[in-house]
């Protein structure tokens, strides 16, 4: 049981090109979120998903896509990286009610 | 949709010291998670409450929850500097999305 793993952990994009952050889940969590965390501020919903094939937009979901082809993947595609991009982003899993499980993190930098 | 403010935004305290973290919701609450944050690294569960007046306690860190407020405070009884990082507090909306508030920083000086 790995928990939530998120990939990679660290990347350089340049202004314009596109990347996909990879998070995955073995705990056959319904529930999976994508947040972005800037300096001195909290985690902001950029998208979640109740379910495979269920996806929806969280409060900053411009410029990100996000797909459910199964319960375990939830993958966030950033289609042209721009410096407001810049972040840590976050991958996040729950079942019903319970503790919500984190993966550990993405650093982006867009330059 | 629900909101979460969070008091104070940044807080200093002398080693030793009590503090108090609140989490306001703008809508009534059905479960408020607390997360821990060191500087530049991932998330720690601390506590999950579901319950109006539910208290837990780990260590030296209390939080409870109060429904009929729509709030939730986080205590911290004589401060570590092991207690210093980003705290945050998250809960569900109605339509199941997990919204998280800004955070709290804090500071323990020795």
């Known amino acids: 049981n790995a928990g939530v793993t998120q990939t990679p952990k660290f990347q350089v994009l340049k202004t314009g090109q596109s990347m996909t952050l990879q998070c995955a889940q073995d705990m056959n969590h319904e529930y999976m979120s994508w947040y972005r965390q800037d300096p001195g501020m909290g985690l902001r919903l950029i998208h979640y998903s109740v379910g495979a094939g269920i996806t929806d937009q969280g409060e900053v979901p411009n410029g990100y896509n996000v797909s459910r082809s199964t319960t375990e993947d939830f993958p966030l595609r950033l289609l042209s990286a721009a410096p407001s991009q810049t972040s840590v982003y976050f991958c996040a899993s729950r079942h019903g009610g319970n503790t919500i499980y984190f993966g550990e993190g993405s650093w982006l930098t867009v330059v | 949709s629900q909101e979460l403010e969070q008091s104070p935004q940044s807080l200093i305290v002398q080693e030793g010291k009590n503090l108090t973290i609140n989490c306001t919701s703008s809508?009534?609450?059905?479960?408020l998670y607390w997360y821990k944050q060191k500087y530049g690294e991932g998330l720690i569960f601390l506590m999950m409450l579901q319950k109006g007046g539910e208290e837990k306690s780990h260590e030296k860190i209390t939080a409870k929850l109060d429904e009929k407020k729509q709030q939730s405070s986080l205590h911290i009884t004589a401060s570590q500097p092991s207690h210093a990082g980003i705290y945050l507090c998250g809960a569900v909306s109605g339509a199941q999305k997990l919204v998280f508030g800004q955070g709290t920083r804090l500071t323990i000086n020795p």
């Open positions: 809508k009534t609450l059905y479960g």
